[in-house]
């Protein structure tokens, strides 16, 4: 167990549709990460929050936005759902404070079927 | 730009075997780091390990070692005396930087290792 907590595990919705999907990281954590597994694209980073503060983004589509919460926990909403968003979507969590290094964790993931 | 590649896409072995998972990496940074993370078929990824640029000793953890080359830029991971339980793919990264700005990860493409018994 990581210690990063994603719900919900799994997820069906149809096309045009909005979802959120939630994460609460580890206990004293304060990065949230968010990734996109495909079978197309492979495990690709979305975006970084530190602290409640957008840090790093990657291949996130305008379509999907994020946000970190004061208790630290993040949401990904992802909206105007297409068939190609399928995918796993894992949260993950580093940089404890007053730790150094980057080790990141992952959640179990959320596994998001559009149809 | 950083890349990571993971050149066998599919490595199949009988039990108690040895294997080695291929990692070759790109990166223009001076301070980075390299994890390997497993992912079995039950789908979550499960942190392995994570090597620094400054620190090229090799490690052990059981079964499991890990072979950290700069001037090939490889970090390659031995499993020993395999068994049906390492069946899994398993994914290379690279992340540059340090401290909390850093985990952009980037994956390579991921081997698929297969024990049979």
């Known amino acids: 167990d990581s210690g990063v907590t994603q719900t919900p595990k799994h997820l069906i919705t149809a096309t045009g549709q909005r979802v959120t999907l939630r994460c609460s990281p580890r206990?004293?954590?304060?990065?949230v990460y968010w990734y996109q597994q495909s079978l197309d694209q492979g495990l690709q980073f979305l975006i970084q929050?530190?602290?409640?503060?957008?840090?790093a983004k990657g291949n996130i589509l305008e379509r999907f936005s994020a946000q970190q919460f004061p208790d630290l926990h993040s949401e990904l909403n992802l909206s105007s759902l297409e068939l190609g968003d399928s995918a796993l979507y894992f949260c993950?969590?580093?940089?404890?404070?007053?730790?150094?290094?980057?080790?990141?964790?992952f959640g179990e993931g959320s596994w998001l079927t559009v149809v | 730009a950083q890349k990571v590649t993971q050149a066998q896409t599919e490595i199949s072995v009988v039990e108690k075997e040895d294997v080695t998972l291929d990692c070759v990496y790109e990166?223009?940074?001076?301070?980075?780091?390299l994890f390997w993370y497993k992912q079995p078929p039950s789908g979550e990824l499960v942190f392995l390990i994570r090597?620094?640029?400054?620190?090229?000793q090799n490690e052990i953890s059981g079964r499991y070692s890990w072979n950290f080359q700069k001037s090939t830029s490889s970090f390659n991971f031995t499993i020993t005396a395999s068994q049906v339980v390492d069946s899994a793919v398993y994914f290379c990264?690279?992340?540059?930087?340090?401290?909390?700005?850093?985990?952009?990860?980037?994956f390579g493409q991921g081997t698929t290792l297969q024990v049979k018994p």
């Open positions: 090597r620094n640029s400054f620190d090229e």
């Open positions: 993950a969590s580093s940089a404890r404070q007053g730790s150094s290094g980057n080790t990141i964790y």
């Open positions: 990264a690279l992340s540059e930087g340090t401290g909390s700005n850093t985990g952009k990860l980037i």
């Open positions: 990166t223009r940074d001076t301070t980075y780091y």
């Open positions: 929050y530190y602290n409640g503060e957008e840090r």
């Open positions: 206990s004293g954590d304060l990065s």
